[in-house]
Structures are given as structure tokens and as C-alpha cells.
């Protein structure tokens, strides 16, 4: 990983010579808009991306007195590793922190985390007169899902509660800092609970060349801050020394026995075939035969190389392999030039961040390390 490891911090380098271009006026006045509500609310999520529990801290929060009152709420549980979520789980309780691993579009999901949330409100306030109001604020640096925990909360607990009216919806957007204000939702009632949705925030600073690129890979750090090119070659780095590729090996076959396995499988004609191929459109790198011809081209690369992607030039050779690869399996013309790397990236990241290229956890375990 030694290779790997250089590679984000050659990234996370010349990304933080923008000095500071995430952090704008706007997230400076959320930054104090939440300090002044937090000693107000009842309850503080702390919303971390479950692909980097540590590096997603909200650091505001660090010092925060009160840890019955704070729970981290690791989300995006669906696109991490789930056989680490345990294992986080059981350090931030060594940490004395209360955690809870969501995934924000799961319906059973929410109702266990409202659920959970709904006696935790009951606990701290250790009264029987439910005419009261509390207030949960979600706290989180840009693009952890924010708003969409709070817009699924609100849905499930109106539904929960039987209650009437039109629905509200926070902004949720697959870009970092859409959401510019604090927003109430109402999740529960008898005892009337809400949610605030707020923006998400990063420090002025981050000196951790490492975690800037973990965070530009998962989507908290605009693209055109570090360059989509720069972050898809990372993401190639992570998945050239990991084993997450070898699940793809049963996609390395003879074409011609791929569309006989296709068809057996699905049980079509060659006429029928032809009628469903008519129906894909090369361009859409998001459908199923483009996203299988992806994890095959990318096993095949990696298993077929003959250098070490613990070196750097190697792993370097390996990527720019695989760039080239990937160019023709998302049909991307060679005549674009410098622009056919970008618009490989552009693809392959859509990939990863919605968990079709597998699934990662990119911090390690402190006692781990």
C-alpha cells in the first residue's frame, strides 16, 4: 500500500495548494450558525461516511462536552465494507461514543434508527408528559447524506405518526454544499420531535494530504478542486492493491461464451438478444453490460500484469493501462484527446461512489495501524 499511500498524498499535495478553496464564505456563516444552535438542541448526529469513518470526523465536534447527548451516525453503510462496520462499531464504543450504522435509502433501516432515536429523546428528558418538543440536530462535513437521513426520517416518522399534510424534502444532491441553510423536519410526535438538516462543513484547513484525497474520492470535496483524472487514478491505486477485484474473476471468460452463458441464463433467443441489445445505448456507462464489461476489464488488467503495484512506476504503468482499457469499454472517442481521460474518470467515479465498482472502507482501524 506504500505506493498507494504516496500516490494520495502527491494528490492530496496539490490539491491543498488551492489553500483552502472548499471552505468559502458560505460554509464560515454554517460553521457559526451551528455553533450558536448546538447548545439549544436535545440530540447531536454526527453524520460520518461509513467508507472513512475517521477521516469524515466533523471536527467542531471534537471537543463537544456531552457525549451521551452526541451519536455517530456512520451512513452509507450500503457502499462501505460490511464486514468492517462491526469493528467500528466496537471502537467508537471503546471511545466512549454512541454509534449507529445507517443506510439512508434503506426503509427497515430508518425505522430502526428512528426507533432508536425516539427512546433516546424519551431517556434524557425522563418524563411522562409527552407534551414536549425536542430537537436533533445532524451535523456532518459536505456530501455524507445529511439530507437525505433527514428527508427519510421525516417521511417514516409522518407515516409512523399518521399524521397529515404535505411532505417537505431537504436538497439532496450528489455534489458537496448544496444545502446553504438550516432546515426543520418533524420526525415524531407525542413527543413532537424534529431534525435539523444542516450544511456541511470542513475545517479552513487540512493538513492531512491522505484524508484530502479520501475525501475528494468520496465526494466531500468538489471534483474541480483536485481534477477527476487525479482522483479516479487514486481510486485505480486502491483497487490494484486490494482484493475486492478477484470477486470479478467468473467475468473473465471467452466472449463468445459470456453471450451463451447470457443467454442460458436469462433464457432468450438470439432474436430476442438482439431485440434487448437494440435497447442499450453504449453511451450510458451506468447499465448492467457496460458496468460487467468494467469489472471484467479491470480483473483482467490487474491479474494480468507483470509488475508490482507496490512501486510506484508499476502501479503508475498499471493505471494508465487501465485508462486506456476503460476508454474503449465506455466507448469514449480517442480523438477527444485529453478529454477522453477526463470523461473516463468522470464514469469510473460515478461507478465507485454509488457502489457498483464494490465496496470499500478506506480508513483503517486506528488499533490496526
Known amino acids: 500500500m506504500a505506493a498507494t499511500a ?28 451551528i455553533a450558536e ?11 460520518r461516511d461509513a467508507r472513512i469513518p475517521l477521516s469524515s470526523e466533523y471536527e467542531q465536534l471534537r471537543n463537544y462536552p456531552s457525549s ?30 454512541i454509534s449507529y450504522g445507517v443506510n439512508s435509502h434503506n426503509k427497515e ?18 418524563t411522562n408528559d409527552f407534551n414536549y418538543t425536542a430537537v436533533i440536530m445532524l451535523i456532518g462535513i459536505p456530501n455524507v447524506g445529511k439530507s437525505a437521513l433527514a428527508n ?8 409512523s405518526a399518521a399524521e397529515k399534510g404535505k411532505l417537505k424534502h431537504a436538497i439532496v444532491s450528489p455534489n458537496p454544499g448544496e444545502t446553504k441553510d438550516i432546515s426543520s423536519l418533524k420526525i415524531g410526535s407525542h413527543p413532537n420531535v424534529y431534525v435539523l438538516d444542516t450544511p456541511g462543513v470542513l475545517p479552513p484547513k487540512i493538513l492531512n494530504t491522505e484524508v484530502y484525497s479520501k475525501l475528494a474520492l468520496t465526494g466531500s470535496i468538489r471534483d474541480c478542486l483536485v481534477g477527476e483524472r487525479g482522483i479516479a487514478q487514486y481510486f485505480l491505486a486502491l483497487l490494484n492493491s486490494s482484493d475486492e477485484y478477484k470477486k470479478w474473476a467468473k467475468l473473465s471468460m471467452n466472449v463468445n461464451d459470456r453471450t451463451f452463458l447470457d443467454l442460458e441464463a436469462e433464457g432468450l433467443s438470439s432474436c430476442e438478444l438482439d431485440k434487448k441489445q437494440k435497447r442499450q445505448y453504449p453511451t450510458d456507462h451506468t447499465q448492467d453490460f457496460i458496468v460487467h464489461d468494467v469489472r471484467r476489464t479491470l480483473f483482467e488488467t490487474i491479474s494480468f500484469f507483470d509488475g508490482n503495484v507496490q512501486v510506484g512506476e508499476d502501479l503508475s504503468r498499471l493505471i494508465e493501462t487501465q485508462f486506456t482499457s476503460l ?9 477527444l484527446g485529453e478529454e477522453a481521460q477526463n470523461k473516463v474518470a468522470a464514469k469510473l ?8 465498482l464494490g465496496h470499500y472502507t478506506l480508513d483503517s482501524l486506528p488499533w490496526h495501524t
Open 6 to 33: 504516496k500516490l494520495a498524498r502527491q494528490i492530496g499535495a496539490l490539491a491543498t495548494k488551492s489553500g483552502g478553496g472548499w471552505y468559502g464564505p458560505h460554509m464560515a456563516a454554517a460553521s457559526r450558525a
Open 37 to 47: 444552535r448546538l447548545p439549544l438542541v436535545d440530540l447531536v448526529l454526527e453524520i
Open 68 to 97: 451521551s447527548r452526541r451519536i455517530i451516525v456512520m451512513n452509507k453503510m450500503d457502499l462501505a465494507n460490511r464486514s468492517q462496520i462491526k469493528e467500528w462499531k466496537r471502537y467508537f464504543e471503546q471511545q466512549k461514543c
Open 109 to 126: 433501516n430508518i425505522k430502526e434508527l428512528l426507533n432508536f432515536l425516539l427512546a433516546r429523546v424519551r431517556e434524557l428528558k425522563r
Open 152 to 159: 427519510s426520517l421525516h417521511q417514516i416518522g409522518r407515516i
Open 327 to 335: 476508454r474503449e469499454v465506455f466507448q469514449v472517442p480517442v480523438e
Open 349 to 356: 467515479l460515478n461507478l465507485f461512489r454509488t457502489g457498483r
